[in-house]
């Protein structure tokens, strides 16, 4: 897919979950691209010792890709995955493929590769059946060989069979094993980068040590959207083995030695111009509700609002918002360049080689064949590696040094102020409750910073309108999408506003959303979630601090229930015991989808509580994990995940749907322990003492 | 200024021709080649860097060379004796103790430097011995997990 193609798919609407624009627009459910190969040749390749090599351009980051996919090869050839090599996100050798991200690899790319391993066994076996002269109906495979029932001395391998050549034979489409019949899917099976990682000899892109490389360290307005006017580089060229390098605004100092690189940089002068929005981390609301409102416009409407409201008994209206969030992977951005025979391959960490290389050509004005991007293991993404200005910037660089390897390794500061954020954003509610209180009777939402994407779910509303605002350029700062984009800003807006209903109209939150929700799915996936945690149906607040929320991201469903303790004199919250349950289809891999879930509770557990981007005009103030708060170990609660049992239903992702809900339970729950309703992002200890004093004295 | 800082690598003796007050990641990456230890934030506030120096667990980002001139460091890939793991990393393997893994040899040094003094650690006191070590995919339930199972195997059942 070329760079156009690309884009006409993102304006198609193709792709908009991983771009968030502030457009009014609901994600829309992406159609299957048509630019997987149809040959299965692409992602398998038996080597002539019958060793059995998977391509696909996904990336390992840390969420199991390289494990899940290999075990949906297993299954078909009948192999351990432990046997299946994978070669993942080399845009020379692995077939084209959407980014690593929005939770599509399961949902996307697992049915095609699955259906090319069943089509490379059902051709394994015919070529077999021709070799021995036997029925396919008298063969068996296992482990790499194939054997007649009839005669088991007679048998034949995989490499003996196939010869390292290409397999020629097509069948067009096979289906794969009857789920009843697989005995790879749905089992333990160990992490093929286990050992790598726990040995560290897994390699990163920053740990390539490419004999020459020079590392570059590039020289970085004081605020966001600032370009480079002048600069004085003598001090730093006085250091020893120091190279400047200039392409337009890029200025960057080389040096064998990163840390040599980073000090000599220190020595350039700069100075910079371009304007600083007049904005700040306390101001942001504001502007972003003031620029959105010229541009509101309907995006969903059933029924009137006036009339609804008329009807109600109760009413709630609230303002939930959100601060900007960082991605703050471990492993800040890291790529290396090499400009060599008149092509460039670069090595990345990144969740996207595909959009990288054409990014990368792009750039360098080079026809995308001219690039070559590899990816290593990446140290984390979570949204923030599609984009690849890490892999511009290094190939930039590299094209004017020829031949030798250059290394950009962002350090904490630049990865802080160059990233694209989880957007602030502010969602507007005002709703209402039937005297009977089982009926919303008017819901009425208008957003400004992200889009009304996942802003539904399966509750019954037959009055509603959500306003999204048209104009795209909202934000004064980058922003990008951040693992369930708008998801869990619109969740944690919903999900609270809920709880805020039912509690003022004396009701258990639980049997509130009993009444409402429309999907059996969602609905028995409810009554799990109650079950396994031990809910006692009570109006709120009951003290206990106990709090429950519903999410989605797509057809994932998640409900997560939270329990945490509040100190009522600092503000702080603590979460003691934190419960999902998921339902996303048939899981393939059971431990890994649990790893998901864990990490997403535990992530967003500092995405509730403390993590924001503080920022004056286009500075940014956090520039490292001081005043940058991650949750730490003292932070982790008890930790529970219920998977429902969905028999054979097509496979969800899981990246995204644990991560939807986790804020508004927990939110929730400072309510049910306190009567305090938080309605910001991160409730930090400050926002939680600001919400106490709302409390009425009893 | 250059001087020649000699220590003990992983058991080895080496000798690096680097000034005093480079700090000893670096110097591990790329003089010595071993880039098992990670850089997260250069400032000893995330813990990927740990290293081991006299058995005390460091964060080799914010440690001068100069600093354990004589000493001896231990890394990640000085753990495993002959092929055989050892028993922490034995536990993060066994745990699935990780994601992305770029925390991972971090957490895996400032897990032994504890245990070694500690096996019989309660979980609290696990939490407060890797308090100073970020993970960001979340994997901090199963690290928990692993650490305590590694003190058990190490003779320290409770
Ligand atoms: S890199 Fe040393 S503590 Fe973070
Ligand atoms: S596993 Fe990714 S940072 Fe810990």
Redesign the pocket.
């Known amino acids: 897919m070329r760079r156009r193609d690309f884009l006409e798919s993102v304006a198609a609407g193709t792709l908009t979950f991983f771009f968030t624009t502030p457009l009014g627009s609901a994600p829309i459910i992406p159609t299957r691209p048509g630019a997987y190969p149809e040959d299965f040749n692409a992602y398998l390749k038996i080597a002539a010792d019958g060793r059995v090599t998977c391509m696909v351009g996904k990336v390992e980051l840390g969420q199991g890709a390289m494990t899940v996919l290999a075990m949906l090869v297993a299954e078909e050839l009948e192999l351990d995955p432990a046997k299946v090599d994978m070669v993942l996100g080399d845009t020379d050798l692995c077939p084209w493929d959407m980014p690593t991200g929005g939770s599509l690899t399961m949902w996307h790319t697992a049915p095609v590769l699955r259906g090319a391993a069943a089509e490379a066994r059902a051709v394994l076996l015919r070529m077999a059946s021709r070799a021995m002269g036997a029925p396919v109906s008298d063969l068996v495979l296992k482990d790499g060989a194939i054997w007649m029932k009839s005669a088991p001395t007679r048998r034949t391998t995989f490499g003996e069979l196939v010869q390292g050549r290409k397999l020629e034979r097509h069948l067009g489409k096979v289906k794969p094993k009857p789920l009843a019949d697989c005995t790879v899917i749905g089992r333990r099976v160990p992490r093929k980068d286990a050992l790598a990682k726990v040995t560290g000899a897994a390699k990163y892109a920053g740990d390539l040590r490419l004999p020459g490389t020079l590392h570059a360290c590039i020289l970085r307005p004081p605020a966001q959207g600032q370009t480079l006017v002048s600069a004085d580089t003598s001090a730093a060229e006085r250091v020893p083995g120091v190279r400047i390098v200039r392409d337009g605004s890029l200025l960057a100092v080389l040096h064998p030695q990163p840390d040599t690189a980073r000090k000599a940089l220190a020595l350039v002068k700069g100075t910079f111009e371009g304007p600083e929005p007049d904005v700040d981390d306390a101001r942001i609301y504001q502007y972003l509700v003031d620029k959105a409102a010229p541009g509101q416009r309907v995006v969903i409407s059933r029924g009137d609002v006036a009339v609804g409201e008329k009807r109600a008994a109760t009413v709630v209206e609230a303002e939930y918002r959100n601060a900007y969030e960082s991605h703050a992977t471990l492993e800040p951005h890291v790529s290396v360049a090499q400009w060599e025979g008149g092509r460039m391959t670069v090595w990345s960490s990144t969740q996207s080689p595909f959009v990288f290389r054409d990014a990368v050509a792009e750039a360098l004005k080079l026809p995308g064949d001219k690039v070559h991007v590899i990816a290593q293991f990446v140290g984390g993404g979570f949204g923030g590696k599609l984009a690849g200005p890490d892999a511009v910037e290094a190939a930039r660089i590299a094209r004017q040094v020829p031949g030798v390897p250059i290394q950009v390794a962002w350090n904490r500061e630049e990865d802080f102020f160059l990233d694209g954020y989880r957007p602030a954003a502010v969602v507007k509610l005002r709703s209402g409750l039937d005297a009977g209180r089982g009926a919303i009777t008017f819901w009425d939402s208008t957003v400004a910073g992200v889009s009304q994407g996942e802003a539904e779910l399966a509750y019954e509303m037959q009055t509603s309108r959500y306003q999204a605002p048209t104009v795209s350029s909202l934000h004064p700062l980058k922003v990008g999408a951040w693992r369930a984009p708008n998801a869990h800003t619109n969740a944690f807006a919903r999900e609270s506003q809920l709880d805020a209903l039912a509690a003022k109209a004396g009701l258990d939150p639980v049997t509130l959303r009993r009444r409402l929700i429309t999907d059996a799915r969602l609905l028995n996936l409810l009554d799990l979630a109650v079950e396994t945690f031990g809910w006692e149906p009570a109006p709120g607040p009951t003290g206990r601090g106990i709090g429950l929320a519903c999410g989605a991201w797509r057809q994932g469903l998640v409900v997560a229930i939270a329990q945490v303790s509040v100190d009522k004199a600092t503000g702080a919250v603590k979460t003691e015991r934190f419960l999902e349950a998921v339902d996303v289809g048939l899981v393939v891999n059971p431990d890994g989808a649990r790893q998901q879930v864990e990490g997403a509770i535990t992530q967003c557990i500092g995405q509730a509580l403390s993590e924001e981007i503080r920022f004056k005009g286009g500075r940014i103030l956090d520039k490292n994990f001081d005043t940058y708060l991650l949750p730490r170990f003292s932070a982790i609660p008890r930790i529970q995940v219920v998977f429902a049992d969905t028999g054979t239903s097509v496979t969800q992702g899981i990246g995204e749907p644990p991560v939807v809900p986790v804020a508004a339970a927990l939110a929730n729950a400072v309510f049910d322990a306190t009567g305090a309703r938080v309605t910001h992002v991160p409730f930090t200890p400050k926002r939680v003492l600001e919400a106490l004093k709302q409390v009425p004295a009893k | 200024m250059k001087a020649t800082v000699s220590f003990v690598l992983n058991g080895k003796p080496v000798t690096v021709e680097s000034p005093r007050d480079r700090m000893l990641?670096w110097a591990l990456r790329d003089e010595l080649g071993l880039t098992g230890t990670?850089?997260?934030?250069?400032?000893?506030?995330?813990?990927?860097?740990?290293v081991l120096v006299d058995g005390e667990a460091m964060?080799?980002?914010?440690t001068a060379l100069g600093e354990v001139a004589g000493k001896s460091v231990l890394t990640i890939e000085g753990l495993a004796v002959e092929g055989k793991l050892n028993p922490v990393q034995e536990a993060f393997k066994e745990h699935h103790a990780f994601q992305c893994g770029y925390c991972t040899s971090g957490m895996i040094m400032a897990a032994w430097a504890f245990l070694k003094k500690k096996p019989k650690a309660t979980r609290s006191e696990i939490v407060e011995a890797m308090e100073g070590n970020l993970c960001r995919c979340g994997a901090h339930v199963r690290i928990l997990d692993a650490v305590e199972s590694a003190g058990k195997a190490m003779g320290g059942a409770r």
């Open positions: 990641v990670k850089v997260g934030c250069e400032a000893g506030l995330c813990g990927a860097c740990t964060p080799s980002c914010s």
